[in-house]
């Protein structure tokens, strides 16, 4: 039996748009999907791992250990000068390094890592663990819509000879970018008011 024009055209469009519906709805799903886990942590290292962290940046190289006697401060700074850390500065950077994920990772040449900013860096985070395990982190410039930051994580030759560059949040500017100041213990003002003096009564003469 032969099918009506007009009927065989629209057996044509429906199968066409359930191609279509399959293909961007159901099979783009899963690839947008895949897309989003290929997000990768940087580190696998839990907080509590790390013994002692040294941040480089333009204007400063930062010593900061963890304080082996005390809770109170949690953080130590050895060098430039040697007194308690901003505990919540500290925090603030190490969540970023435990939990940051990279959006997204290019294969490139070494001899490109410059137009990346990473051949002289914003700077870099160097990371010691408690069982002698050390970790680097490069931050170079913004990308070109400033929304993500060009990085290097423990940075390798691959056998193919490129490097990995990964694209991550521009919070690590914001956390290591920082003056001397920011990074000490605040001062509780409190603590240091003089203490209070009564005037004494001034003496009267007796006649």
């Not at 709805?25 to 899963?30: F, P, S």
């Not at 947008?32 to 790390?50: G, M, P, Y």
């Not at 040449?109 to 985070?125: D, H, M, N, R």
């Not at 056998?159 to 213990?185: C, H, M, Y």
């Amino acid at each position: 039996m032969k099918l009506p024009r007009t009927t065989l055209i629209l057996i044509l469009l429906a199968l066409g748009l359930g191609g279509f519906v399959y293909f961007y709805e159901i099979r783009g799903a899963t690839v947008r999907e895949e897309i989003k886990e290929q997000k990768q942590q940087i580190f696998s290292f839990a907080a509590d791992d790390v013994q002692s962290l040294t941040v480089k940046t333009k204007k400063l190289t930062l010593n900061l250990e963890r304080n082996p006697k005390s809770s109170n401060p949690e953080w130590l700074i050895k060098s430039p000068v040697s007194e308690p850390a901003n505990d919540a500065i500290v925090s603030y950077l190490m969540d970023l390094l435990v939990k940051g994920k990279s959006d997204s990772t290019l294969s490139t040449p070494a001899k490109e890592l410059g137009e990346f900013a990473l051949v002289q860096p914003q700077a870099t985070i160097n990371i010691t663990l408690k069982n002698r395990q050390s970790h680097q982190l490069i931050l170079g410039k913004s990308n070109f819509n400033g929304r993500f930051l060009y990085a290097q994580a423990d940075p390798a030759t691959k056998p193919d000879g490129n490097i990995n560059v990964l694209l991550i949040s521009t919070d690590f500017a914001n956390a290591v970018n920082r003056e001397l100041s920011e990074w000490k213990q605040p001062v509780d003002n409190s603590q240091k008011l003089p203490p209070l003096t009564i005037p004494k009564p001034s003496p009267t003469n007796s006649k």
